[in-house]
């Protein structure tokens, strides 16, 4: 079993080519690219003198992608980038974009948390579970002589609502009324 925790090791070969020391197998850009994007650090040295060449394939593989017009970098970015080669900025740069990416992970990460804690995002909603409940009493009024929905019609394996009594019809056609005041505002 390969120890994730470590960077994965791909040697170059004089020939250009990529091997993936854990695998024992040759390995593209595309591939490289699929073990970033699947959470694994990768580094890449050339076999003869031993140089880290990680940045610059990092550096290929999102050349390539922009090439095919996968933009990420807006064109404004890239002129700041080249332009902070040439300037004192140079220095600040890394660390500003490295900041802003840790800021952009942990608000991802954030938001996914906090939407797998709420069953239905819409739940959160004030008034929501009132609006609820007063469509199903509205569709079960509603849908109560239709076929397949109230006493008759086909069998359903959920028994049929009562009828409803004089006071609960009176509340029924009185909360009707008001969606339909509502729905008349709007």
Do not use: C
């Not at 699929?34 to 990680?54: M, P, W």
């Not at 990420?72 to 890239?78: K, R, S, T, Y």
């Not at 990416?101 to 608000?107: A, D, I, K, N, V």
């Amino acid at each position: 079993m390969a120890d994730t925790t470590k960077p994965l090791l791909i040697k170059r070969y004089a020939s250009r080519r990529l091997y993936n020391t854990e695998t024992s197998d040759y390995v593209t850009l595309e591939d490289i690219a699929g073990f970033i994007r699947a959470g694994r650090e990768v580094q890449i040295v050339d076999l003869k003198s031993g140089d880290d060449l990680t940045r610059q394939y990092l550096l290929q593989i999102v050349a390539e992608h922009e090439s095919k017009g996968e933009n990420v970098l807006p064109i404004g970015v890239l002129t700041d980038l080249v332009r902070s080669y040439t300037t004192e900025m140079q220095s600040v740069v890394p660390q500003f974009l490295a900041a802003s990416f840790e800021m952009l992970r942990e608000g991802q990460s954030k938001m996914l948390e906090n939407l797998s804690t709420i069953p239905n995002p819409m739940a959160a909603m004030p008034g929501f579970e009132a609006m609820r409940q007063q469509q199903e009493v509205f569709m079960k009024a509603f849908m109560g002589g239709l076929p397949g929905w109230g006493g008759s019609g086909p069998a359903r394996e959920e028994p049929a609502p009562a009828a409803p009594d004089g006071d609960e019809l009176a509340q029924i056609k009185r909360q009707l009324a008001e969606l339909q005041k509502k729905l008349s505002k709007l």
